[in-house]
């Protein structure tokens, strides 16, 4: 998708430090976090969105929770509070299949 912010990130066209960063992920802290630990997890392949995912998707998905819990580990979340937040509809900023990593204090809900 040419217009799609995280697809233009994804292809560097937008500068953007990669906290993770594998043939088919990255991941990268959010610009208006809404915890102190806000990281995004996006599948370099244009996915619109939950409604989207197909069986096709498994192996991505099981890549997506792992890379989920190493930074998890990394940011030292393991016995803190965090979440995991897969939004869809019109809760979907961006259309592209996207997660979110919450831990700390949540400033607000996403």
Request: glycine content about 6%.
């Amino acid at each position: 998708m040419d217009n799609c912010i995280f697809c233009k990130i994804i292809r560097k066209e937008i500068p953007k430090k990669f906290e993770y960063e594998s043939e088919t992920l990255v991941a990268f802290f959010d610009i208006n976090p809404s915890a102190d630990i806000h990281l995004l997890i996006v599948p370099k392949t244009h996915i619109g969105g939950v409604g989207d995912i197909t069986s096709e998707h498994s192996v991505l998905l099981i890549e997506i929770y792992q890379v989920i819990n190493k930074l998890v580990a990394e940011n030292n979340l393991e016995d803190d509070l965090y979440r995991v937040v897969v939004n869809g509809g019109k809760a979907q900023h961006v259309p592209h299949l996207h997660f979110h990593l919450l831990g700390g204090r949540w400033k607000k809900m996403v």
